[in-house]
């Protein structure tokens, strides 16, 4: 199944770091995919307060 993620680097306290991974382990995900899904949580949470976020065109973010 292809996906059109894209992976990225991520520096984190020490401290932030193991609460995070502690948490993906008791909802039984993997770290990356508990960062993944407070990430969409925080976009979803926000859009709802202050409305969509406008993306750029494909065009415009490669300039």
Not at 19 to 45: C, G, H, M, P, W
Not at 51 to 60: A, C, D, T, V
Request: glycine share 4%; aromatic share 8%; proline share 3%.
């Amino acid at each position: 199944m292809a996906t059109n993620k894209i992976q990225t680097g991520l520096r984190l306290h020490e401290a932030t770091y193991e609460k995070a991974r502690i948490l993906s382990t008791r909802e039984q995900r993997s770290l990356n995919n508990f960062i993944e899904y407070i990430v969409q949580r925080y976009i979803e949470d926000y859009e709802n307060k202050n409305g969509p976020i406008q993306l750029p065109e494909q065009n415009e973010a490669t300039v």
